[in-house]
């Protein structure tokens, strides 16, 4: 790496639990000059707290925060043919406020970091916005990725459960898409980004949730069991936790065919 060289760190920082922070993680924040922290409105400043709270106890001294506010996404468009163009139009305003945090905010030859809930990987769209910014040749820079512990990874830990079962697949897909990943007899199906609680038509159809919201929070809401039995009750947990919170971020898994073997 030339020593003008602007370089970036996505960094995975786990589900939300401080303690699923890995070593290389750790390393990776104590590396960083600058950390850049986009933050989602007021309702949402317990996601920027922890991510202060977890500077404070991993890297020594006051590391320097530059914050930005998230751009507006439209998200009426989440369930019509717009959709996909809401989210290109969000992931532009998204890299033009990124590309100018870069530029302005971290000279050639430093270290910047952004921390990402989860895995950067899975369902997280810095990786896309610094290729767009990379592409626009405004700004160079060059960066590494250091994974973390999704969601989906958390979500089988609590329940204590395998992700898979011998031989099958699993399917990862947004809620709005879950119909189509319907029926599936080969494997079971990890869902996110459900705003609209789609496992509420699933009744009837003999298969097993195991829900998790705000996982590996003091917030932490766990429930598993047949859909038929739970799906009224998840509902209505879910409802009175957004209303509490303002937001709600959750995963499931819905298990196909369970034959009783994790029961």
């Not at 897909?173 to 459900?194: A, H, K, Y």
């Amino acid at each position: 790496m030339s020593s003008a060289t602007r370089h970036l760190l996505v960094i995975g920082i786990g589900a939300g639990d401080p303690d699923h922070l890995t070593l290389a993680a750790v390393k990776a924040m104590r590396r960083a000059d600058v950390f850049f922290v986009l933050g989602k409105g007021r309702e949402k400043d317990s996601l920027t707290r922890l991510r202060r709270d977890i500077l404070d106890e991993h890297v020594p001294g006051h590391p320097r925060i530059v914050e930005a506010e998230d751009p507006w996404r439209d998200r009426s468009q989440d369930e019509s043919a717009g959709y996909a163009e809401a989210v290109h139009d969000w992931r532009r305003r998204r890299a033009d406020v990124c590309e100018r945090l870069i530029r302005e905010e971290l000279a050639p030859g430093r270290t910047g970091a952004f921390l990402v809930w989860g895995d950067p990987s899975l369902y997280d769209s810095t990786l896309a916005i610094l290729e767009d910014i990379k592409a626009r040749g405004e700004v160079t820079f060059d960066h590494e990725v250091v994974p973390g512990i999704s969601s989906v990874s958390a979500l089988a830990a609590r329940h204590r459960i395998n992700l898979n079962r011998v031989g099958r697949p699993v399917h990862i897909t947004p809620g709005r898409r879950l119909s189509e990943s319907l029926p599936n007899d080969d494997g079971d199906i990890v869902v996110m980004l459900d705003a609209h609680e789609s496992f509420q038509h699933l009744a009837g159809s003999g298969i097993w949730i195991y829900w998790g919201a705000y996982i590996g929070t003091p917030d932490e809401i766990l429930i598993s069991g047949p859909l038929d039995e739970v799906s009224d009750r998840i509902r209505r947990v879910r409802a009175e936790a957004r209303a509490e919170h303002g937001w709600i971020m959750d995963t499931y898994l819905l298990r196909i065919h369970p034959d009783g073997a994790d029961g």
